[in-house]
């Protein structure tokens, strides 16, 4: 078998994924009561949740810009916006909502060079952004579990606090680091670049102030996003508390990374599931979930027209001669 038919094999895996957990969750949704209820959605609270979704992608680009600082990258703001919002564009229908990612480093590193600090910048911004979405989920759900009518939460924020750990110590701990770069001794190529990600991560260890700062910048862009998914219920005229959506919020988003289409589907199917924890309908739940998603559509449509107008020859991609990391290498 090929590797371009495994890629379209994994392709079409993932639409179908997307569209079965969607069938399923339209099959038992209401949907004229879903469309009345968003049709009588206040539409200042919705604008406000926009400018929520706004706030939030101008903090995801400042602490990328900082990762890249730390490392030294010589990049202009330019450059990193370029990039950034390309990457949204590319979120909305490459595997995962993690998928622009990759486009986003390739992009940068071919204009910058320095192909392992760049996907180590990326890393790293990744890496904080889970640290602070653990955070954010385990301290909300230890103030407010008497709220939450749904010990089973706990489940997912264990797994993703040990997740996070793990991947930390991967990162950080040089002998971790080579088990794991052991372990695909037989891809020399992918071996070699996840090495040298290694010794450009391991920078971050002098600057700590920078990480924990990112740390907790992190916390704030997941509370922001609480706010968010907290405006537009409000806005759906539901009388909801704030606080289970500090724990919700980062657990979908982490829901997110697995394989979808922009993660369609595995996200409505998160926040129907948790939102009738603590009463809400289903329908309103999905609807809130597509509401999310629209703002991600925008976002994604402005990455969109920067990639058209300004990527030369509108592609992304790595020169095969070069050395460094390569899409499949990060």
Same mark, same amino acid.
């Given at each position: ?16 994924? *997307? ?55 010589? #990049?202009? #703001? ?18 995962? *909502? ?12 071919? %204009? ?8 180590? *910048? ?42 996070? @750990? ?8 040089? $002998? ?5 770069? %052991? @372990? ?22 002098? +600057? ?9 910048? *992190?916390? #704030? ?19 909801? $508390?704030?606080?289970?959506?500090? #724990? ?33 309908? +289903? ?48």
């Amino acid at each position: 078998m090929t590797e371009k038919f495994k890629n379209i094999l994994s392709f079409l895996g993932r639409i179908l994924l *997307s569209a079965g957990l969607l069938a399923w969750i339209f099959s038992f949704i209401n949907w004229r009561d879903t469309f009345s209820i968003m049709k009588q959605a206040d539409v200042g609270l919705l604008c406000w949740a926009g400018l929520m979704h706004v706030l939030i992608n101008g903090l995801v680009l400042i602490r990328w810009f900082l990762f890249m600082r730390a490392l030294n990258l010589d #990049v202009t #703001v330019g450059q990193v916006c370029r990039y950034f919002f390309i990457g949204l564009f590319c979120n909305l229908f490459l595997p995962t *909502s993690i998928g622009g990612d990759v486009v986003k480093a390739i992009g940068l590193s071919r %204009g910058v060079g320095q192909k392992p600090k760049v996907f180590a *910048s990326v890393v790293l911004d990744r890496l904080s952004g889970f640290a602070g979405l653990v955070i954010v989920a385990a301290l909300a759900y230890a103030v407010g579990s008497r709220l939450i009518d749904a010990p089973s939460v706990i489940i997912p924020i264990a797994f993703l606090t040990t997740l996070s @750990l793990v991947l930390g110590g991967m990162l950080f701990n040089q $002998r971790l680091y080579r088990f794991f770069g %052991g @372990l695909v001794s037989r891809f020399p190529r992918l071996q070699r670049g996840i090495l040298q990600m290694h010794e450009d991560v391991i920078l971050m260890t002098g +600057k700590k102030r920078t990480a924990w700062g990112c740390v907790i910048f *992190s916390c #704030v862009i997941q509370a922001i996003s609480a706010v968010m998914f907290y405006l537009i219920a409000l806005a759906l005229h539901q009388d909801v $508390r704030f606080l289970p959506f500090l #724990v919700f919020s980062p657990i979908v988003a982490a829901v997110t990374f697995l394989p979808s289409i922009g993660g369609l589907g595995v996200r409505e199917v998160g926040w129907v599931y948790f939102l009738a924890k603590v009463g809400l309908d +289903k329908g309103v739940a999905l609807g809130l979930s597509l509401i999310s998603f629209f703002f991600v559509i925008i976002t994604g449509l402005i990455g969109g027209i920067v990639y058209v107008t300004t990527v030369p020859d509108r592609r992304v991609q790595c020169d095969e001669d070069a050395g460094g990391v390569r899409p499949g290498d990060a």
